[in-house]
């Protein structure tokens, strides 16, 4: 009953954000024609290079993401198209769902096609591995928009915490990977003690210099592209600001969704958008609140599509998206049972 209490309670204070956003954008939001009028100037041509460059981006990131689980796996190693598969099932779960249940929905996918006994928690240490480095490229592209841009006073805060947590998780990360001494550090965690021991598992990357540059740059590539997008989408919709502004943009829209209350933070992602362009760069609110829908279904477009595709091909369903285990349910290489002792283990090279 405890349980059904704080669903009703999540789902209420969901409503009530949601309600408050839309009498935001109502109230004090443009004229609504005026937005309707933004799309019917836009410029295709480039809207089809935002697609193509977002389509890049989830290519050069499932790179990245494939660079760590060779690290974290002995031989055979999943192709690249398998990785490419579960990570676009991941997009497609996050762009759908609300939650991060994208993250658990890749490595269910890949874990069906692993052969090593413990794939499930070296492949959602690789998972972590991965964010550490996605971590990386937030810092960099917050340095820059800092350096060449004001950002809102509202997500100061917010930027100040995803720094600071990247910055720890990343020298946790390091550490973790290159000294046993630290391989108890989750004893004292409690409740995430489970996670952080699962996380370790695929940090096989950090060990290797070599490698983990490689899906760094993966990593800068993919985040580089997507700059790119927003900027070549500003165009689409008529606003011809620097790429200073895109940076603004892009990293605006990644704290609208920092905590996914709803699908895709509808509303609040315009919200944080325009509101910016307005104030900075004195580009019309109703033009901004275009933008901000044309921006958030160019990226959408890109991870439901090519997510749709791979979600038949692997054989699922959006249903048995909903239900994927979290990391409670994974099973570390030393839970296994004994029936799994005599089959050959895959473990984290040195």
């Known amino acids: 009953m405890s349980i059904l209490r704080s669903g009703w309670v999540r789902v209420f204070f969901v409503a009530l ?21 933004a799309f019917t100037a836009v410029q295709w041509p480039w809207v089809a290079a ?8 989830v290519l050069v990131r499932a790179l990245a993401w494939r660079t760590v689980i060779v690290n974290a796996f ?13 990570f676009s099932v991941g997009l497609f779960a996050n762009a759908i769902l609300p939650g991060r249940i994208g993250e658990l929905a890749r490595v269910a996918v890949l874990n069906r096609r692993m052969r090593q006994a413990g ?28 350096l060449t841009t004001r950002i809102p006073s509202w997500a100061v805060t917010s930027l100040i915490a995803v720094v600071a947590v990247g910055i720890v998780l990343l020298t946790l990360a390091v550490l973790g990977a290159r000294n046993d001494r630290y391989a108890g550090i989750e004893d004292g965690l409690g409740a995430v003690r489970k996670v952080v021991r699962l996380a370790r598992y695929g940090l096989g990357v950090m060990r ?26 500003m165009r689409a919709f008529g606003i011809h600001q620097p790429l200073p502004a895109a940076g603004l943009v892009l990293v605006l829209m990644n704290v609208a969704t920092i905590f996914p209350l709803w699908p895709g933070n509808v509303g609040l992602v ?36 090519v997510g749709l595709i791979f979600l038949a091909r692997e054989g699922l ?24 002792a005599e089959r050959p283990r895959a473990r984290v090279s040195g």
């Open 50 to 57: 935002a697609i193509g460059l977002n389509l890049l981006s």
């Open 317 to 340: 369903s959006v249903a048995m998206l909903r239900v994927m285990p979290d990391a409670a349910q994974a099973e570390t290489p030393e839970e296994e049972p004994a029936a799994d």
């Open 119 to 146: 794939a499930w928690a070296r492949l959602l240490g690789t998972v972590f591995a991965h964010r550490v480095f996605d971590l990386v490229a937030i810092i960099i592209l917050v340095l820059y928009v800092t």
């Open 208 to 233: 290797r210099p070599a490698s983990a540059a490689l899906a760094l740059v993966f990593q800068l590539f993919g985040w580089v592209c997507q700059l790119l997008a927003v900027y070549t989408a």
């Open 17 to 37: 954000g949601a309600a408050g956003v839309v009498a935001a954008l109502w109230w004090r939001g443009p004229a609504w024609s005026g937005v309707a009028d």
């Open 74 to 86: 002995e031989r055979p190693h999943p192709n690249f198209m398998l990785v490419f598969s579960a």
């Open 270 to 305: 315009q919200a944080a958008v325009a509101l910016p362009l307005f104030t900075y760069y004195g580009v019309d609110k109703a033009r901004g609140i275009a933008f901000g829908f044309g921006l958030q279904a160019i990226e959408a477009s890109v991870g439901i599509s």
